[in-house]
């Protein structure tokens, strides 16, 4: 049985469709992205998952069970994407606070309190108010108050877009120690951030699942031979003219111009790369990089995100 499931979710905000009909299952353990650009609906989604949103139409289960049931929302953590906290609090008698909302009594959540802070790493800062904490402390406050109650599924919204580098490095770190204990979906406009830490990408768009699998077999499929062409400009607009024509060429499946720079997608590279460096040297044109590669997920996200 999967740990999570998503059927057919859809919700509506008046006329405006936010989410559009997705559906898709997590297996126990491991870590999946939730990945797309601005209101793709990432927030929506988990909203919708830890039970804080309810659904237009659709369903989630976790272990097989509805989320309106107590006990399986007792199973989630979640870290909302802009947390807010009372600063007057201090990071223990919050995450106390936090437990003590999963049913825990006092004597059990303060224990849990003290264990979680110390994985998190604010064991030391844990009797100092909120309001003294840096972006980065307040994010792994987050984390503690999401974990305190060993959820069984882990929803965080963008965990590590508010961070600057090094509480951005503090919190994947976490997080690659947290993958090995639970199942964690997080969501994130950086397929960067999603390759390092998660090995699954679900990819969002308009509230619709536009890819999703494994990171590792994604990445084969959408690799294909890419030739880099750069020129130096001409006065008469030759060399620009000749990276033009690659348009035509039957071993050319797609030209992108940038500028004096040519990116082509070839079908046969073996071809492409003896066609044109013939041709360069016949009509003596200004090369100044020629560079063959691969194209990665990276281009294939871009446009996924600008299209
Ligand atoms: N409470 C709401 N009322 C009306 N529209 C909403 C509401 N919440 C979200 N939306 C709309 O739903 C769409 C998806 O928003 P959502 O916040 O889920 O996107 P997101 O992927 O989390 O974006 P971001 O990367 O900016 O956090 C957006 O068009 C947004 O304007
Ligand atoms: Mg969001």
């Known amino acids: 049985m999967s740990r999570l499931s998503v059927t057919q979710l859809i919700k509506k905000f008046g006329t405006r469709t936010a989410v559009k009909g997705i559906s898709f299952e997590l297996e126990e353990g491991g870590c999946t992205a939730l990945l797309g650009p601005n209101g793709a609906g990432k927030t929506t989604t988990l909203r919708m998952l830890a039970g804080l949103l309810s659904p237009t139409s659709g369903s989630v289960a976790i272990d097989g069970k509805g989320t309106s ?22 990071g223990k008698e919050y995450v106390v606070y936090a437990a003590g909302l999963s049913g825990m009594n006092g004597k059990q959540a303060s224990a849990e309190a003290d264990m979680i802070l110390e994985k998190v790493g604010l064991k030391d800062a844990a009797r100092r108010r909120i309001s003294g904490y840096s972006g980065g402390m307040k994010q792994r406050l987050g984390l503690a108050q999401a974990l305190v109650h060993r959820p069984r599924l882990l929803l965080l919204d963008e965990p590590v877009s508010a961070l600057d580098p090094l509480g951005r490095r503090e919190v994947m770190d976490l997080l690659q120690q947290l993958r090995q204990e639970t199942t964690i979906l997080l969501s994130t406009h950086v397929l960067h951030d999603a390759e390092e830490v998660c090995d699954r990408i679900i990819m969002l768009r308009n509230g619709e699942i536009v890819e999703q699998g494994n990171i590792s077999e994604l990445s084969s499929k959408y690799r294909q031979p890419l030739l880099t062409i750069q020129v130096e400009r001409d006065p008469e607009g030759r060399a ?10 039957s071993f050319v499946k797609e030209l992108e111009l940038r500028g004096d720079t040519a990116l082509l997608t070839v079908s046969d590279m073996g071809t492409a790369r003896e066609v044109i460096l013939q041709e360069a040297g ?11 590669g691969a194209t990665s997920l990276e281009e294939m996200f871009m446009k996924v995100v600008s299209s």
């Open 69 to 90: 049931e107590i006990a399986s929302r007792n199973q989630i953590g979640y870290l909302p994407q802009h947390p807010s906290f009372y600063g007057w609090m201090t």
């Open 240 to 249: 620009l003219a000749w990276l033009q024509s690659f348009r035509q060429r």
């Open 282 to 292: 016949n009509q003596v044109m200004p090369l100044l990089r020629f560079e063959a």
